[in-house]
């Protein structure tokens, strides 16, 4: 087929998404045998050929399926595929479920094209392969998709994808979305699929109280339970609590698909609200795929790690033997955290986490380490504990690049603290733990996790300007200036590296600009590159406090549910593309 062909009025979407899947899958060549290939190259083309009957991309999906045998024969192995391909994520929380989804299948809430009632609510947003696994055995989704998930096909519940609700998050708002269903809907049975660590969620417990309360009769809660969330859990889920508000709590093996399916139509045939309390078994909660070479010395293994795991070791250096509380939710791997360093994980009780912090001793130590979204959950009362707190010390991790950590994010934060600090190398956020420490402050630190590779490759090529700058080719700093927010500073430094503009990093997202003010009002252009899109952002307060105008580069444009599943891909792109303007031509 002649592929301009298929660029007709109304189609360019449905091709470019069909064809974006493509060049995903020729990016992961090295990891599809050549019967995976050959099969995933047949149903492109079948797709190319379908798009101009269909409306969606789902709907694409199944007609591509519904004209090829599934290739693989069990959803086990099609969930193994996928993680390998991919080379990570979630295929525990997928295992865990995947008696569950058969039931939800076989109960007919799910068909080939995706969740088949609006009164199914996934929880568990980031098990999305796993009904996606299920479906192609039904002949409802391509290997070609399954090839490309966590890139180009979103691995969290998505209304493009078939499911009935979008999730923004990975958990923690589905109980609260079945409740405000089943409300509304009550002469129809509402079925939420939730996991034990969502339970721990704030707004779970407050959504399980008003089920009881509001006496909803019509709302079938399954849990997968199996005591880990990316951690151990801090304790077992207890039915009793449960039953404090369900008419009906059973306990079932959650690897029989059919007791799970026999509890959901008992609970409908009787007309109560009932809790299925489904127990399994989960083993490492992120997915690594095999054949990793061990490293060849502690060097190497240094370098390979992410910024985020060396904060349990840096917290160790900073306290300097005295006193320190340290609260995580959920995310002691990321960390570094080990049972030596005394950590206490809260689960993800966002809330419970900061105010816990806050009944520590004032004078002592407190860090609190998170994930930046998690606090946008709790944001009045991460606002309470900074008013309210001295040494406090809170630390979110940044997962642009995997789970669309938010892109207003430092806006935000940027309104409950004069200075927010946005990092990547732990020596930074070191320093800036130390300043505040030396006058009992508080801090507000939004740390990127990145590979320490990435961080040394910055840490040999940049200049110290001052605490919240640094700077890279300034003899070139007449032409072209780029300054960007830590967060984009890898990215900006492949983009700038060998051409003929400076690069400036910001460590904080409202700096000093008084250091660069004559450098930059003094360039042919400034290009302001960041995450943020939104009002009050970096480049913003560029202009108004330089009174100059700068180009404005964001990567705002990931938010779910859209198909492209890499925030940090939009704006290097954009940046490279006005770098290669004559203006900026490569040096020597």
């Not at 890139?151 to 923004?168: I, L, Q």
């Not at 009769?217 to 207890?238: E, F, H, Q, Y």
């Amino acid at each position: 087929m002649n592929r301009s062909t298929i660029y007709r009025p109304g189609m360019e979407s449905l091709s470019a998404q069909l064809l974006g899947i493509e060049a995903c899958l020729s990016g992961r060549r090295a990891f599809l045998d050549s019967a995976e290939q050959a099969r995933a190259q047949r149903e492109i083309e079948a797709g190319l050929a379908l798009a101009e009957t269909c409306d969606s991309i789902n709907a694409l999906a199944v007609a591509i399926a519904g004209r090829f045998e599934p290739f693989y024969r069990n959803a086990g192995e099609c969930l193994e595929r996928i993680h390998e391909i991919a080379g990570y994520g979630t295929l525990a929380s997928c295992l865990s479920s995947l008696d569950i989804a058969e039931a939800l299948f076989d109960t007919g809430l799910c068909d080939a094209s995706g969740v088949a009632s609006a009164n199914l609510v996934i929880g568990r947003g980031h098990i999305a392969p796993l009904f996606y696994a299920c479906r192609h055995l039904r002949r409802g989704m391509p290997l070609a998709f399954l090839a490309a998930v966590h890139d180009r096909v979103p691995s969290v519940v998505n209304k493009a994808y078939g499911f009935a609700y979008g999730m923004r998050h990975s958990l923690g708002e589905g109980v609260g979305i079945a409740l405000g269903r089943a409300q509304t809907h009550r002469d129809q049975r509402v079925v939420c699929v939730a996991g034990d660590g969502e339970l721990n969620e704030g707004v779970s417990y407050e959504a399980i109280r008003l089920i009881g309360e509001l006496e909803t009769r019509n709302l079938t809660l399954i849990v997968d339970s199996n005591g880990k969330g990316i951690d151990p859990l801090p304790g077992k889920l207890r039915p009793a609590y449960l039953a404090a508000y369900f008419d009906r709590v059973h306990e079932v093996d959650g690897h029989d698909a059919a007791a799970i399916g026999e509890r959901m139509r008992d609970a409908e045939r009787e007309g109560v609200s009932a809790a299925i309390v489904c127990h399994t078994r989960k083993g490492s909660h992120s997915f690594k795929r095999e054949g990793a070479k061990p490293a060849a010395s502690a060097a190497v293994a240094a370098s390979k790690a992410s910024c985020c795991s060396l904060t349990g070791n840096l917290i160790e250096e900073v306290r300097d033997g005295a006193p320190a509380h340290i609260f995580t939710a959920d995310l002691a791997a990321r960390f570094g955290l080990q049972p030596s360093h005394g950590y206490c994980n809260l689960g993800l009780a966002e809330s419970a986490l900061l105010t816990a912090a806050m009944g520590c001793p004032e004078d002592e130590l407190k860090f609190v380490l998170t994930d930046d979204k998690y606090y946008l959950n709790a944001v009045d009362v991460l606002h309470s504990a900074l008013i309210g707190s001295r040494n406090l010390h809170v630390v979110a991790a940044r997962k642009n690049g995997v789970w669309g950590g938010p892109t207003y994010v430092s806006t935000i934060f940027g309104l409950l603290e004069d200075t927010v600090y946005e990092l990547t190398d732990p020596r930074d956020l070191e320093a800036c733990i130390r300043r505040r420490r030396a006058s009992g402050s508080n801090g507000l630190y939004l740390l990127h996790d990145q590979p320490m590779e990435r961080v040394l490759a910055l840490r040999e090529t940049y200049r110290r300007l001052s605490d919240e700058l640094y700077a890279h080719q300034l003899e070139h700093a007449a032409g072209t200036v780029v300054l960007s927010s830590e967060s984009m500073a890898y990215e900006a430094f492949q983009a700038v590296d060998g051409k003929r503009c400076a690069h400036i990093r910001t460590l904080s997202t409202r700096p000093d600009l008084e250091r660069v003010r004559k450098l930059l009002c003094a360039a042919e252009e400034v290009v302001v590159v960041e995450h943020n899109g939104s009002r009050s952002n970096l480049a913003e307060y560029v202009e108004a406090t330089l009174l100059i105008r700068v180009k404005k580069i964001y990567s705002d444009a990931y938010e779910w549910p859209r198909i492209e599943t890499f925030q940090a891909a939009a704006a290097p792109r954009k940046l490279e593309a006005l770098l290669t303007e004559p203006s900026c031509a490569l040096a020597g």
